[in-house]
């Protein structure tokens, strides 16, 4: 397995197990307890963030990009965790969709007379 992969892995480990056990003083244990709420509300701000960060340019823009990258696959990831989502769920999602172009699959779903986005 990548690193990358090990530590998404091992992330996910660690969220899961807060979201079971809930100790006191931890970070994901408030957000578990908050719910959809509380979860939905850091998504949301760290995915602006995201975008607000990638117009960045330079090394400097690429280094904030990447750190809010990260706080938002934190958040999706804990958000995962409450809903009982595993990385092996989403992993399957993406699976299903290799090798089906998005346009082709848009084109399937839309119906004759409707408006083309
Ligand atoms: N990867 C992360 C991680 N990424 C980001 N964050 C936290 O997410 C928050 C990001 O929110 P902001 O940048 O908006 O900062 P803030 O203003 O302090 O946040 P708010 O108080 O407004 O919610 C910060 O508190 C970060 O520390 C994370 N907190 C925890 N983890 C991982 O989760 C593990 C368990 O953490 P605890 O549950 O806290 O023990 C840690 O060992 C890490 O591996």
């Known amino acids: 397995m990548s ?10 480990e660690t969220i899961q197990t807060r979201a079971q056990e809930r100790p006191a003083g931890s970070y994901t244990t408030k957000l578990i307890e ?15 963030e995201v975008v607000e ?10 280094e904030h990009f990447t750190y809010e990258v990260g706080d938002l696959l934190y958040h999706t990831m804990v958000m995962m965790a409450w809903r009982g989502v595993t990385l092996d769920d989403v992993a399957a999602e993406l699976g299903r969709r290799e ?8 084109a399937s779903r839309t119906q004759p007379g409707d408006n083309p986005a």
Do not use: D, P, S, Y
């Open 99 to 106: 090798g089906i172009g998005g346009l082709v699959e848009k």
């Open 34 to 48: 908050g719910g959809v709420g509380k979860i939905g509300k850091k998504v949301i701000e760290e995915a602006a």
């Open 53 to 62: 960060a990638a117009a960045e340019e330079g090394a400097e823009g690429k």
């Open 3 to 12: 690193e990358a992969l090990t530590i998404l892995n091992r992330l996910m």
